[in-house]
């Protein structure tokens, strides 16, 4: 069974929708620079539940209602721990902010050219991405590594903020592409 397109009410949304409802709880469980395996445990559910929506998403069909909401979920999870962590005085804030930025920045692009009717999925690259950005995240509320090993989430935060960064400018210059070519076409 394939999903109308325009469709809000999905299998997969439903998961989105979840994940956004239970990140409050997430970023409640963050408990500073000793870890949690409470937040490690349900980190570890919310990331996977991202990859199920995925799954259902591919298998009934991608919806631009799951094309906006799932990345916008990547983002609140993603940005709420990473704020919470800062808050907890665990991750320094400008690596935060730099990510933050961009995922501002690419949401509100998302955003724009939705309402055009563009849709702007994700690469394979940005989703490597959220995934380091997972990590980092992930490392730094694992009791172990929180507690000894605090070069691992540094290092895996870093990573993230670099391919934030390089992601950021690859949509930037499809981005410019799409519009120059969209220009050639039009004149």
């Known amino acids: 069974m394939s999903n109308d397109p325009s469709a809000i009410a999905t299998w997969a949304n439903l998961v989105t929708v979840a994940r956004l409802l239970v990140s409050p709880v997430m970023f409640a469980a963050i408990d500073g620079r000793r870890g949690s395996w409470f937040a490690t445990a349900l980190w570890f559910v919310l990331c996977m539940s991202d990859l199920v929506d995925g799954s259902l998403a591919r298998r009934h069909g991608a919806t631009r209602s799951g094309a906006f909401l799932d990345p916008l979920a990547d983002k ?14 665990v991750f320094w804030i400008l690596p935060v902010v730099i990510i933050a930025t961009r995922e501002l920045a690419i949401q509100l692009y998302r955003t724009f050219v939705g309402a055009k009717g563009v849709s702007v999925p994700a690469t394979q690259l940005a989703k490597w991405k959220t995934f380091a950005q997972q990590l980092a995240v992930g490392a730094a509320v694992l009791p ?10 540094q290092a895996l935060l870093w990573l993230a903020v670099g391919l934030t960064v390089f992601t950021g400018a690859d ?3 499809k981005a410019q592409r799409a ?7 039009a004149a």
């Open 76 to 89: 609140v999870l993603v940005l709420g721990a990473m704020f919470t962590l800062v808050q907890r005085d």
């Open 144 to 153: 172990l590594i929180a507690n000894h090993a605090t070069w691992a989430w």
């Open 171 to 173: 949509y930037l210059v």
């Open 179 to 185: 519009r120059a070519d969209s220009e050639v076409v």
